[in-house]
């Protein structure tokens, strides 16, 4: 039994059993076994230290728009980042933002502030530690080009202030994909502009996006791009469009886009991903790259007793 009294006193809550679906754009999956609402960087190193001695793997959730969860839930410590790790702070024409903001806010934060850079990222249903971790990009901007340092925890609960040029980087990438640390926070470098000009290029992509994407749940392009090509062209031309398993669905709009039409299961989409990653194998010797990450891997036996004691 796992024993949750050395968290009491931090800046978080706890809760078991934790449904994820509603947590996800694809509204899937099963429930955390302890699920935690972490509001400052101290909460966020006492958590990660204790999950670490507990032998627990400590899951950071963003806004849900990249990941898949299993649907037999995940046995870890869920966490999303509230509060002080979800503000937007100016000190022009810096931005400080906390992994747990998203990058709407921080674009409407630094619009009101009159300082340009973030429209063409306002649009991606993303937490600003989230994008950071993948390099999020759109339209022509990565949000590595406008990062000036980040702060990470590492597992460990070691607190670190990294320039983000020690960061290797590139597209839909970062090292911090291949590695543990949580992002606590940005911070990044923007322009003065006048709220006209800001507020026309937010428009601009606001229509743009509403024609480009799917309704229905989604979590955007599942697969990523391989070099020189474009993953959605290669699935339109395989004839992927609508072909469909239980509820997951190949948008008729974007062929790289997976919609839950209703009831899909991770297995759907896995088994949909699977199918649409070797019709583009063997039409075009291309193995597809998934940019959608499958928590699959943090499932264990979840047919045992609960292994967590209820939070107090
Ligand atoms: C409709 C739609 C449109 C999209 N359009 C775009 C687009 O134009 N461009 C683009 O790049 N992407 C796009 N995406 C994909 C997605 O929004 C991005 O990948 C986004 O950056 C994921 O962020 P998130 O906060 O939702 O992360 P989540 O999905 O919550 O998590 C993704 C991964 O990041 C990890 N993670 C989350 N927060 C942190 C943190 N603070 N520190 C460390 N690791 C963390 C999670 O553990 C998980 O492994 C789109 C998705 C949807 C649904």
């Known amino acids: 039994m796992t024993d949750t009294s050395p968290l009491s006193g931090l800046r978080l809550r706890l809760r078991l059993e934790e449904p994820l679906a509603p947590r996800t754009t694809w509204r899937i999956g099963g429930a955390a076994r302890l699920f935690a609402e972490v509001e ?7 958590l990660l230290r204790w999950a670490a001695d507990e032998g627990l793997p400590a899951i950071p959730l963003g806004k849900g728009s990249n990941v898949l969860v299993p649907d037999e839930g995940l046995e870890a410590v869920v966490f999303v980042m509230v509060g002080e790790l979800a503000a937007v702070t100016i000190e022009a024409p810096l931005v400080r933002a906390g992994g747990g ?3 709407m806010s921080l674009a409407v934060t630094a619009r009101n502030a009159g300082l340009t850079g973030t429209e063409n990222l306002s649009g991606i249903p993303s937490s600003v530690g989230g994008a950071v971790r993948i390099n999020a990009g759109a339209y022509g901007t990565e949000i590595f080009d406008l990062l000036e340092e980040v702060t ?7 607190v670190r202030v990294v320039a983000t040029g020690a960061i290797s980087h590139g597209y839909r990438w970062s090292a911090l994909c291949d590695g543990d640390d949580v992002v606590a926070a940005a911070t990044l470098r923007l322009r003065v502009a006048g709220r006209e000009e800001i507020d ?5 992509v606001r229509e743009k996006r509403k024609k480009a994407l799917p309704a229905g749940p989604n979590a ?5 791009n391989p070099p020189g090509d474009h993953a959605g062209r290669l699935l339109e031309a395989c004839g992927l469009k609508g072909l469909r398993v239980g509820g997951a669905e190949v ?3 974007h062929a790289n886009v997976i919609v839950n039409v209703g009831g899909a299961t991770a297995a759907d989409v896995r088994e949909l991903m699977a199918r649409m990653r070797e019709a583009v194998r063997d039409g075009f010797g291309i193995d597809l790259v998934p940019e959608v990450e499958d928590l699959g891997r943090f499932v264990t036996n979840r047919g045992g007793s609960p292994s967590v004691e209820s939070p107090r």
């Not at 990470?152 to 070691?158: D, F, Q």
């Not at 026309?200 to 601009?204: F, I, N, Q, T, V």
């Open 200 to 204: 026309a290029r937010l428009a601009e």
């Open 40 to 46: 400052d960087v101290n909460a966020l190193a006492g």
């Open 220 to 224: 955007g392009s599942v697969f990523k």
């Open 152 to 158: 990470v925890v590492s597992r460990a609960g070691e």
């Open 251 to 253: 948008s008729g709009r």
């Open 101 to 103: 903001a998203s990058l």
